[in-house]
Every structure is written in C-alpha cells, then in structure tokens.
C-alpha cells in the first residue's frame, strides 16, 4: 500500500471506461479504491485485477456470508486473485465463519459488516432480533473482533463508541462522507472527511462527490488537499 491519503474512492459502476476515470482519479490523489459486488459480478477477477495498478490500496467489499467451509474458500479465492488490502465480511454469519476467512486471508485484513445501513429497528424486529439496531451493532462488531477481524465498516457516527469499546487498535473504515456543501444523496449521516478523521476514522470510503463530478481527478485532489491542510494543523 503506497496511498498517502487514507481514502478508498468507491467504483460504483459497471462500465469499465469509467471505472478507469476513478482508478485514475483515485491513483492521481494519493488514494485507494474500492471495489464492490455490482463490478466484480460482472467482470470478474481476471479483467479487475488490471484495473488497479499495484502500490494502489484496494479494498474489495463482497461482504463475503456463507457457511464457514465455502467462506473460507471464497477468501481464498479473492486474496489469491485480486490481492486486496481489505476484504469484507458479515460478522452476522457467525463467529466460525469469522474465524475462517481471517484465517484464510493471508496479508488481507479482514473487515466486517454490522448491521446494513439500509435496515431499522423494524428490519431487525421482522428478523427475530430484539433490541436497537445501537446494540445489534455494538454485539455483531465485538463477535467479529473476537473472532479475529482485524477492523470494521462503520457509520461515522459510530466512530467514537466502536474505538472506545473495541480499541484504538480496531481499524474503522468509514463510508457517507461528503464534504462539506457537497450533496448528500441518499446518504443520511454525513460527515466531512476532515471530522471523520479527526473522530478516529482510519479510512474513508467516498463514491459519488469524486466519482460523479464532472472532473473526478480535480474533486480527488480537491478532498486530498482538505485532509492534508487538517492534518498539518492538527
Ligand atoms: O457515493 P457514496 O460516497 O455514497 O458511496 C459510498 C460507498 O460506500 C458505496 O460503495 C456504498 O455501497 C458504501 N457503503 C455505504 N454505507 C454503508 C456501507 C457501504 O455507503 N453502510
């Protein structure tokens, strides 16, 4: 890993020319990328692998869930193609399915998924899970680093009570970052790279305020610059 900038710019597309723009994008800045379900579905490893130029961090989120024999397989599998930095999981599917793929990652550290962002305390209820989606969060993020997970996905918000319960050491890699007057889209709980960083974020993951402006290297250099000048004045 050679990024100076602890941003992960999310390629959320299909189409390979634009993914290019963000690689580069990203590459240009000092940054890492992250690649998803939506791209690696279609393309696979073996036309991904070029994409990422090596020294260029890559974080690989298939939220890998399964049973933990064909976990540990499908970790194989993606370490031993694509070499990622980071690779994720759900920490839901258990903690020997958490012990497998950390097992199974080699240099990749392995981060796991609490609670999707995209369900509530009503999603969870209608799943048998009694209690706040706080304390599924809470519970799910220390069963994964029990298990040996070196880091989580988490809300920016969830920033200060994750390291104060799990350690400095957990490695917090956040995404719903904007900067600041940048639209939110559907993101609920912003917050601007400099704050999250400043909260204890040890990556950021930022998609559309690089990768849907109109010049992606510009906004890149626009969000790396705003880290650097934080970090000088810390
Ligand atoms: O475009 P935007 O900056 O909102 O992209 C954020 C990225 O982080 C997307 O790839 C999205 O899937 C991912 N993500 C998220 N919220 C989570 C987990 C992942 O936005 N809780």
Redesign the pocket.
């Given at each position: 890993m050679t990024a100076s900038i602890p941003v992960f710019v999310?390629v959320?597309t299909v189409d390979l020319d634009q993914a290019h723009r963000a690689v580069a994008a990203a590459a240009a800045a000092g940054m890492g990328v992250?690649l998803?379900l939506e791209i690696f579905n279609a393309h696979g490893p073996a036309a991904l692998r070029p994409l990422v130029p090596s020294g260029v961090p890559l974080f690989l989120?298939l939220k890998c869930h399964d049973i933990p024999n064909t976990v540990a397989g499908a970790v194989r599998g993606a370490v031993g193609a694509m070499r990622p930095d980071f690779l994720t999981i759900h920490a839901s599917g258990g903690r020997a399915m958490v012990e497998a793929a950390v097992a199974n990652a080699g240099d990749t550290r392995i981060l796991a998924?609490t609670v999707?962002?995209s369900l509530d305390q009503d999603d969870l209820a209608a799943a048998g899970v009694a209690g706040t989606v706080e304390d599924q969060v809470a519970r799910l993020a220390a069963l994964a680093r029990g298990a040996g997970a070196h880091g989580l996905?988490c809300?920016a918000t969830e920033i200060a009570v994750l390291k104060a319960r799990l350690g400095r050491d957990t490695l917090l890699v956040v995404?719903?970052?904007?900067p600041a007057g940048a639209a939110t889209?559907?993101?609920k709980r912003t917050m601007t790279p400099r704050d999250a960083l400043a909260a204890g974020a040890d990556w950021l993951?930022?998609?559309?305020?690089i990768?849907?402006a109109a010049d992606p290297a510009a906004a890149a250099r626009a969000i790396a610059q705003h880290i650097l000048v934080a970090e000088a004045n810390r």
């Open positions: 999310a959320d992250k998803g989120d998924v999707l962002t996905v809300a995404p719903g970052i904007r889209g559907d993101q993951v930022i998609g559309r305020p990768t849907g």
